[in-house]
């Protein structure tokens, strides 16, 4: 791996810095590209290969690799203009735009029902259902004879993509090695390494994996990838070193509190204690806490406040109790999530992999569609000039949950969903700000604070829970929620000063660096 170190050594520190974030993502590949334009089709052919069917993107690369005279292979060269011409993208006026959930599906089927041989809304199509598993569109994608004949070569790839959505993995694979030799210009290591490893190739991917760096040195996820299956990483588990107290506060939602309960009885925890508030509920909650005594006896304590105090008050309430305090270590676990049976031993693994950290977390997956991915490990963008902002990098957005974020690394900020705290670390940058009531960007601000006053977090990216409280465009939220989520927003954005916020974007890409390039001299 001695020329990957050297690549890495030869780059710019602003394009290692953006970088080492990691290399998917269409906003962060163009980033990418504009900081390294002699880069530029390297990165928009990654984008390309992501989503293969998006126009928009094989017209830009088209226009790149023209104006820097860069060499496409001739049937590669032809399909892009092939696309270029094929598609008609939507206008900014096109209802599609704004529409969302069943109405976008809606407005979907209208089209393919008036344009059966536009491909460009069978992608839309595809791309709009697989959050909501709505496979009968994506079927009507993958009907070879939808497919115009100039873009037939690219029907594989896209096969693939939807095998793997599907959970076939055997199928992706295939498709991947049916591919028509232009296809292979694009590199196909992310897609051909996840395949082999759910089906149990381990060996296999890692040769993939290694082979994939080697010809393309900025591949910054499938080197962590490999890293972490060289050194069986992602299969480490281990007790958490040290008495550990569970930790819950929830208020008005009963079924969901149930559940997550029901999960944690049923995983490998030690016996860990578990601490619930109740925070002024006033629907089935109580009753549902009552039974849960009854099933574990002194191993759940409950704590009941008359009124909801928020969840940031709510932290600090459960972390001042004398049986917390007497612990080790405390794990913070949203009252709407489903964990995996060895959850506590994935973190517990996180721990003896990265002892320095004070904070470990984990991957955040949509529990109604594990596809789609909600969290993963943060470290804030460079501030915008003049500008006194903290801009977080969201590379897990543009695309569905092939593995890419299944690595182990230091990092500025993880989910408070579920994540552990060391309890010797929490008075060097106190507790949860209550500022940041009745809740969001409590977890986020506070790992800030522990990262400025020189600590920082860790992400277990082999851990992935599944959480029920939808995020982005899917997400449904009141009117109050979405207020308070606003005010919290400015209140985070202003806490800090700009040099702050420097601070943290400065020192947490020189984390990531160091935490990679070591990882290439082991390797």
């Known amino acids: 791996m001695n020329a990957v170190g050297e690549y890495w050594y030869r780059l710019t520190p602003a394009l290692r810095r953006r970088l080492v974030l990691g290399a998917v993502g269409r906003e962060q590949l163009f980033a990418l590209g504009a900081l390294a334009p002699v880069m530029a089709t390297d990165f928009l052919v990654a984008a390309w290969a992501d989503c293969p069917l998006d126009g928009g993107l094989a017209k830009a690369l088209d226009a790149k690799a023209t104006g820097q005279r860069r060499f496409l292979p001739g049937p ?10 094929f598609w008609s993208p939507p ?39 697989w959050p909501e598993a709505d496979w009968e569109l994506v079927d009507l994608s993958l009907a070879e004879a939808a497919w115009p004949r100039t873009l037939v070569p690219l029907r594989h790839r896209y096969a693939a993509q939807v095998h793997l959505c599907r959970g076939d993995a055997f199928a992706a694979l295939a498709s991947l090695n049916a591919a028509a030799p232009l296809d292979r210009f694009v590199d196909d290591t992310p897609l051909r390494a996840t395949c082999l490893l759910r089906m149990g190739r381990r060996d296999e991917a890692v040769a993939v994996l290694r082979e994939g760096v080697k010809r393309s ?12 299956l060289v050194f069986d990483v992602d299969s480490d588990v281990r007790p958490v070193p040290g008495p550990c107290a569970i930790l819950l506060y929830s208020w008005n939602k009963a079924a969901e509190l149930d559940a997550t309960l029901a999960s ?81 031993l994935r973190l517990g693994a996180a721990v003896a992999r990265v002892p320095d950290a004070s904070v470990w977390g984990c991957r955040v997956v949509d529990d109604a569609c594990p596809l789609v991915i909600q969290n993963v490990d943060y470290t804030p963008l460079a501030p915008r000039p003049g500008e006194q902002l903290l801009v977080l990098a969201n590379l897990h957005r543009d695309a569905p949950d092939f593995g890419r974020f299944d690595y182990l690394r230091p990092c500025v900020s993880v989910t408070g969903c579920c994540h552990l705290l060391r309890m010797a670390d929490i008075p060097r940058a106190g507790g949860f700000d209550i500022r940041f009531s009745p809740s ?33 465009a899917l997400a449904q939220r009141s009117e109050a929620e979405i207020g308070g989520a606003t005010a919290n927003a400015h209140k985070l954005q202003t806490k800090h000063a700009a040099a702050d916020f420097q601070a943290l974007h400065a020192r947490g890409a020189e984390l990531l660096v160091r935490d990679f390039l070591r990882r290439i001299a082991e390797l």
């Not at 032809?78 to 696309?83: A, E, P, R, T, V």
């Not at 704004?98 to 344009?115: D, F, I, K, N, P």
């Not at 008050?313 to 004398?322: D, E, G, Q, T, V």
């Open 440 to 472: 969001q960007y409590d977890d986020l601000e506070r790992d800030l604070r522990v990262f400025l006053a020189g600590g920082f977090v860790a992400y277990q990216g082999h851990l992935a829970v599944r959480h029920k409280r939808r995020s982005g």
């Open 217 to 228: 040195p900025w591949r910054v996820n499938e080197l962590l990838r490999l890293s972490d």
């Open 264 to 344: 944690i009885a049923a995983s490998d925890t030690g016996g860990a204690p578990i601490f619930v508030l109740d925070n002024g509920s006033t629907d089935a909650t109580p009753q549902v806490l009552t039974a849960w005594r009854v099933r574990l006896r002194e191993r759940i304590s409950v704590v009941t406040l008359p009124v909801n105090i928020g969840a940031p008050a709510a932290r600090n309430w459960l972390l001042s109790l004398p049986e917390v305090r007497a612990c080790a270590y405390a794990a913070f676990v949203d009252d709407d999530v489903s964990l995996p049976p060895d959850w506590l």
């Open 91 to 129: 206008g900014e006026d096109d209802p599609w735009r704004a529409a969302a959930g069943e109405q976008r599906r809606a407005l979907l089927r209208e089209r393919l029902a008036a344009e059966p041989k536009n491909l460009f809304w069978k992608l839309a199509a595809w791309e709009a259902a």
């Open 76 to 85: 590669f060269s032809d399909l892009l203009k092939s696309q270029v011409s």
